[in-house]
């Protein structure tokens, strides 16, 4: 089935530096719909960005992502990290040809320090 | 616009006991699922609906768990007999059925249930 891989699971950075957290995705579904969800301590996931797009850079709130279908990777980045963005963010995938069903990466806590 | 409700916010049983956990989509949203979040992990699909239609039930427990959505608006999950393992936070999400555009989930606030 349908699968979403985030290899870190605690990245800690300093405030100002730049953040890439992975994602790559296995499907057999051609046209595969790509999520970065964002969690704050005790809230519910909100969506950051998404893309279908093939090679298209996505931007959302100084976050950018784009889909390689080649690579089967939606990595997420920010070129100056801010305390603020200390959260947990999960890669997510879907496919109208899968029915829309949603599958979600087991997420990075993300952790800006001073 | 209202966004998704969910209830109650937290629950604590006994292992046996049973729970049931209320969801109500945002208006017009004919997708509904639950997922769940044990601690530091991420949501897990448990059930997902399309009007009163169950499209994907595979991850759900069905000895002991359920899912409704009689009139394809406001849902329900059951645990009839909770385990310690059922220890988690319970998501209900709701989006619009698209074609040709990645639709967005909505996340409630979640039903946090601890099982002793």
């Known amino acids: 089935g349908d699968s979403v891989t985030q290899t870190e699971g605690l990245v800690t950075l300093t405030e100002g530096l730049p953040v890439m957290l992975n994602c790559t995705y296995q499907t057999i579904y051609s046209n595969p719909f790509l999520f970065w969800y964002v969690q704050h301590l005790n809230e519910s996931p909100r969506l950051l960005l998404k893309?279908?797009?093939?090679?298209k850079r996505t931007e959302h709130q100084g976050f950018h992502a784009t889909l390689h279908k080649s690579s089967s990777s939606f990595h997420l980045q920010k070129s100056s990290a801010q305390l603020s963005d200390s959260a947990l963010y999960y890669c997510a995938l879907t496919s109208h040809t899968n029915a829309y069903k949603v599958i979600f990466g087991k997420g990075t806590h993300l952790h800006v320090l001073p | 616009e209202a966004g998704v409700t969910q209830s109650p916010r937290y629950a604590v049983l006994q292992e046996g006991q049973a729970v049931s956990f209320w969801c109500d989509p945002i208006?017009?949203?004919?997708?509904l699922y639950w997922y769940q979040q044990p601690r530091d992990q991420g949501p897990q699909l448990l059930v997902y609906?399309?009007?009163?239609?169950?499209?994907?039930n595979s991850q759900l427990p069905s000895d002991r768990f359920s899912a409704v959505r009689p009139k394809g608006t406001n849902s329900t999950l059951k645990i009839q007999s909770a385990k310690q393992g059922d220890t988690a936070t319970y998501l209900c999400?709701?989006?619009?059925?698209?074609?040709?555009?990645?639709?967005?989930?909505?996340f409630g606030s979640g039903t946090r249930l601890t099982v002793l």
């Open positions: 999400a709701s989006s619009r059925w698209g074609a040709r555009s990645a639709e967005t989930l909505y």
């Open positions: 609906f399309r009007d009163e239609a169950v499209i994907d």
């Open positions: 893309s279908f797009t093939d090679n």
């Open positions: 208006s017009g949203h004919d997708t």
